[in-house]
């Protein structure tokens, strides 16, 4: 079984702040790694995934994300905010397992910027 | 439409009644997951479909939860004898087979009172 910790459920950062959400995993197969963005009323919406390669992934709106199997972690960067990135962040694991690529989500972290 | 579709938005029941939420997948996703947002909790997998059949139903929680998916489009989340509990937001999202990327609906509100 695998699980996902994010140990920060707020963050309130300046704008123009940079930012890391933390996330670490369990599991005892190699998975794929995810970060989701949660923006009010909305859907979850993919910023980046890791399935392998390169550990440093980019992805959408500027963030990116460093994958560290020695410290089974996965934590989400961005250099500078902005207001609009005000949201909630899911990381999230799947077995990498062709054919079911259920997630086993974290509880989020909620990133709030400060004008 | 062009992305998942999720009807009702928001459903508020009574306690003990049946309710039925719908998921309209994209359009050639082979793959279907249901998964259960609780406030303050992250998304959980309840169920996931390969085209019409239920290849993994290990989320459900209990006897009370199912889902159909008879031609391998649209699917149906059904939940009898519905309890406070229950109340939480329940995602849909599809992916092509093999492929990593799921895209979610905005989920259906469902509030047991």
């Known amino acids: 079984a695998q699980s996902v910790t994010q140990l920060d459920s707020q963050v309130p950062v300046f704008e123009e702040a940079p930012v890391e959400l933390r996330c670490n995993y369990s599991s005892s197969v190699s998975v794929y790694l995810f970060w989701y963005v949660q923006y009010p009323n909305q859907g979850l919406q993919l910023l980046l995934k890791?399935?392998?390669?390169?550990?440093l992934v980019k992805g959408i709106n500027g963030f990116e994300a460093e994958f560290n199997k020695s410290q089974t972690s996965f934590h989400l960067r961005k250099p500078s905010v902005h207001i609009s990135d005000t949201a909630e962040y899911f990381c999230a694991v799947s077995e990498s397992n062709f054919g079911n690529e259920k997630l086993t989500f974290g509880t989020g972290t909620r990133l709030t910027i400060i004008p | 439409g062009a992305g998942v579709s999720q009807t009702p938005s928001n459903k508020v029941t009574e306690k003990g009644k049946y309710v039925e939420l719908r998921c309209d997948p994209i359009?050639?996703?082979?793959?279907l997951y249901w998964y259960r947002q609780s406030l303050g909790q992250g998304p959980e997998f309840l169920i996931y479909?390969?085209?019409?059949?239920?290849?993994?139903d290990s989320g459900l929680p209990n006897d009370r939860f199912f889902a159909v998916r008879p031609e391998g489009s649209v699917s149906t989340l059904k939940i009898q004898r519905t309890e406070r509990g229950d109340s939480a937001v329940y995602l849909c999202a599809s992916s092509l087979l093999g492929e990593t990327e799921a895209f979610f609906g905005q989920g259906t509100r469902l509030t047991v009172v």
């Open positions: 359009s050639g996703h082979t793959a």
């Open positions: 479909f390969q085209g019409t059949g239920a290849a993994d």
């Open positions: 890791y399935l392998s390669g390169s550990t």
